[in-house]
């Protein structure tokens, strides 16, 4: 059983870089076995798929996101990481990372989330 | 406003039958296997349903996935006052080349 758990600073000011880690047990990010992911929630909307990574390194970004977004990976540390740069108020929401089953076709496992505050 | 359109709320009574929707297009319902997540007041959401409607182990039989055309649809049979959560759907979609998922709908076991 896979387990997720973000972490990262909740008050982000505007135009700075949001960063969150994703740390991983129960399994490994050099595995293949998952695509990893980060998946947001804005307040009262619905999710909106962030991006992912592969154990390769090889990233997948939400076109509309993926000017200012970097996801990377630390293997030694087993975590895998977000950077969303120029951040706006916009950009507040309630921030996930999550598992993607190898085929990519669904999300087997879900981080709790943590809210990132985007406030001067 | 969200690519795939769910109801945002159902409700009805214990031992009942209940479906909610998933609505949304040729470039994804139709052409992509469909998932479903349910989320529990206060908790992660949890995979219910993968390849249109298949159940990983330990999801009871009483939840059920289907896909026609371009909507899908999560049957939960025998309603449990725990099954009180958020259900949301979700896809790839070929044009966006991005996942995309329904608004959520609220289910309440009264």
């Known amino acids: 059983q896979v387990q997720l758990q973000e972490s990262g600073p909740g008050l982000v000011k505007p135009s700075q870089t949001l960063s969150l880690t994703c740390s991983v047990s129960?399994?490994?990010?050099?595995?293949?076995?998952?695509?990893w992911s980060w998946i947001r929630q804005h307040p009262g909307k619905g999710l909106e798929w962030i991006g992912y990574?592969?154990?390769?390194?090889?990233?997948y970004y939400n076109p509309s996101l993926k000017s200012r977004l970097t996801i990377s990976m630390d293997a030694s540390k087993n975590q895998f990481s977000l950077k969303l740069n120029s951040v706006t108020a916009a950009d507040t929401a309630v921030y996930s990372c999550a598992a993607f089953d190898s085929s990519g076709y669904e999300v087997e496992y879900w981080g709790q989330g943590t809210l990132v505050t985007v406030s001067s | 406003q969200s690519v795939l359109t769910q109801p945002p709320s159902v409700s009805a009574t214990p031992g009942q039958k209940v479906t909610i929707s998933c609505s949304g297009s040729?470039?994804?319902?139709?052409?992509?296997?469909v998932s479903w997540y349910q989320q529990l007041p206060g908790t992660a959401p949890k995979l219910l349903i993968y390849?249109?409607?298949k159940r990983p182990s330990g999801i009871p039989d009483r939840f059920s996935g289907s896909r026609s055309g371009t909507s899908a649809t999560l049957g939960i049979t025998g309603l449990q006052t725990e099954d009180e959560a958020d259900y949301f759907c979700g896809t790839w979609d070929s044009s966006l080349s991005a996942w995309v998922f329904g608004g959520g709908t609220k289910l309440t076991v009264l």
């Open positions: 040729s470039s994804n319902i139709a052409n992509n296997y």
């Open positions: 990574i592969y154990y390769n390194g090889n990233t």
């Open positions: 129960g399994g490994s990010v050099s595995s293949g076995h998952h695509y």
């Open positions: 390849g249109n409607y």
